[in-house]
């Protein structure tokens, strides 16, 4: 069944989860579903990535008429550090972004260096592999919030019916230290407390329990998962940007839903 159907030009706001920057050569799910994700809806004039590894003071958006590749890690082969994912840019929608957020009331800057952190290119060289749809990407704000950026995905939700596609990206659960743990110990499988919150999402999107979502630090084993909130804060701009200022009794659907490296929950969403 297609992800989307619609007569218009407009496109749900996607959550993605990127899992490991090897993921293009990994053999699990995730990068299956990712593989066929462009596939099931309409081709995005655009696309606004907003991804957990660029952190600013302001939001902030990329401006380069032509995207670069950042390789933005560290003890990876050889092969991934050749991987390039250079689309074009569009100083055009970084400018509406700006003035959306602006008009929102978020004071916003425009960046003419950055390029695309690997938050951005990993799953987009699988959904969008021939790298021609031009891309911007959006900063997030780790100390203000979940809250602060579901507001800014509600700014941006007009763009959702120009047919220009929200890709957030970030993860479900995220906790590398305790992969460490796991792995120096020898011990396999999925921990219960990374199933315990990916399932906690779950039902609270089908409960369309916004402040539930809101206070996930506080959910059942929110901070085991996530010590640190940087990875989950994209998914609020795309639940902002999918249902705009409608209070729904449907937020959303999950699209996929797997685990890798024993703690890392791959689950993608549609909002919209």
Not at 49 to 77: C, I, M
Not at 156 to 180: F, K, Q, R, V, Y
Request: glycine share 8%; aromatic share 8%.
């Amino acid at each position: 069944m297609p992800l989307h159907e619609t007569k218009s030009d407009s496109l749900p706001a996607l959550f993605v989860s990127h899992g490991p920057p090897t993921l293009p050569f990994e053999t699990i799910p995730a990068r299956d579903f990712l593989s066929g994700l462009g596939a099931g809806m309409p081709r995005p004039r655009a696309i606004v990535a907003v991804s957990a590894h660029w952190e600013t003071t302001n939001p902030a958006v990329t401006t380069r008429v032509k995207q670069t590749t950042l390789h933005d890690f560290y003890g990876f082969p050889d092969a991934l550090y050749q991987m390039r994912y250079d689309t074009p840019g569009s100083p055009e929608l970084a400018q509406q972004v700006q003035d959306l957020l602006s008009k929102a009331g978020f004071p916003t800057d425009g960046d003419s260096e950055r390029g695309l952190d690997h938050g951005v290119w990993t799953p987009l060289t699988l959904i969008y592999p021939a790298a021609d749809i031009p891309v911007i990407q959006l900063s997030i704000q780790t100390d203000l919030g979940p809250a602060h950026h579901l507001a800014l995905g509600r700014a941006l939700a007009p763009l959702c019916d120009e047919g220009i596609l929200i890709l957030a990206s970030g993860n479900i659960t995220h906790n590398l230290g305790a992969w460490a743990r796991l792995r120096q110990l020898g011990q396999d499988g999925v921990p219960d407390w990374v199933t315990t919150f990916q399932d906690w999402v779950y039902e609270m999107v089908s409960a369309a329990d916004i402040p539930a979502l809101l206070d996930f630090m506080q959910a059942p084993m929110g901070r085991e998962n996530h010590p640190t909130p940087e990875h989950f804060l994209p998914f609020f701009v795309a639940l902002g940007a999918g249902i705009g200022d409608q209070n729904s009794a449907v937020l959303g659907r999950r699209l996929h839903h797997s685990v890798c490296y024993n703690v890392l929950a791959m689950d993608a969403y549609a909002f919209g």
